[in-house]
């Protein structure tokens, strides 16, 4: 799957929003799904992970307390009453009825195996207690954006 933008498309907006409270559903919770539970969880989200294997992301029990796991596959009707949602599975055809799903309920959704059925784009995140820095690429170098990523995080450290 490709992940470079048609030539000549704009950019993606770096949109900055309050997650506090927030109900966003993940699925999948392999490295992927589970770094990006975390990631929602820290920034306020309330979570809903599901994954018939989510326990084992979390083994030690350590899932933060506002992440619920959801012990089966994905099911259509899971993403009702989320405002954001991740399809991060390593099932194809269950990342593109997620992202199918959430488009159709105008929910913002990344699905990370799959640029062209995203509506958002999940930022490397580089924070400190005074600044928010997201960043994404203009398509799919993902090596570039972890080592700006990184650049940046020295700089603001
Ligand atoms: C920023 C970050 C956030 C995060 O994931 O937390 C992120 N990818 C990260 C890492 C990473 N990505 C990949 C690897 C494996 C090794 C490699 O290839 O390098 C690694 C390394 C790792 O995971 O450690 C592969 C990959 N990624 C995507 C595809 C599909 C495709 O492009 O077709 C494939 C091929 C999958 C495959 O073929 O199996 C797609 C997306 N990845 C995005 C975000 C979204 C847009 C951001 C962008 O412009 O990059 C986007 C478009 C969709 C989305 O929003 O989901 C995080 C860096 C965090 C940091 O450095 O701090
Ligand atoms: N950062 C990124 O954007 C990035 C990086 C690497 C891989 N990827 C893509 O992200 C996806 C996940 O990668 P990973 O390394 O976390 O995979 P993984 O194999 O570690 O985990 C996938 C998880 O999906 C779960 N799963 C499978 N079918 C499911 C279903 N129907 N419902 C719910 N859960 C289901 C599995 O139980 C497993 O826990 C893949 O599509 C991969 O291509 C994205």
């Known amino acids: 799957m490709s992940g470079c933008a048609p030539a000549g ?10 997650l506090v409270g927030a109900r966003c559903l993940v699925v999948g919770a ?3 799904g589970r770094r990006r539970a975390e990631a929602l969880a820290s920034h306020g ?17 350590a899932a933060p307390g506002s ?9 259509p009707g ?21 992202g199918e799903r959430c ?19 999940f930022p490397a995140l580089c924070e400190t207690e005074d600044l928010s820095v997201g960043v994404v ?4 170098d993902h090596a570039l954006v972890a080592r700006v990523a990184e650049a940046i995080r020295g700089v603001i450290s």
């Open 30 to 32: 392999g490295a992927v």
């Open 9 to 18: 498309s704009p950019p993606r907006f770096p949109l900055f929003v309050s």
């Open 137 to 140: 690429s203009r398509g799919g």
């Open 103 to 121: 488009r159709a309920a105008g929910i913002p959704v990344s699905v990370a195996d799959a640029p062209d059925e995203c509506t958002f784009f």
């Open 78 to 98: 899971d993403e009702e009453s989320c405002s954001l949602a991740v399809a991060a599975t390593s099932d194809r055809e269950t990342n593109r009825l997620v």
């Open 67 to 75: 992440v619920e796991l959801v012990l089966r596959p994905f099911l």
């Open 45 to 61: 989200a309330v979570v809903r992970v599901v994954d018939p294997r989510a326990a084992e992301a979390w083994a030690n029990g």
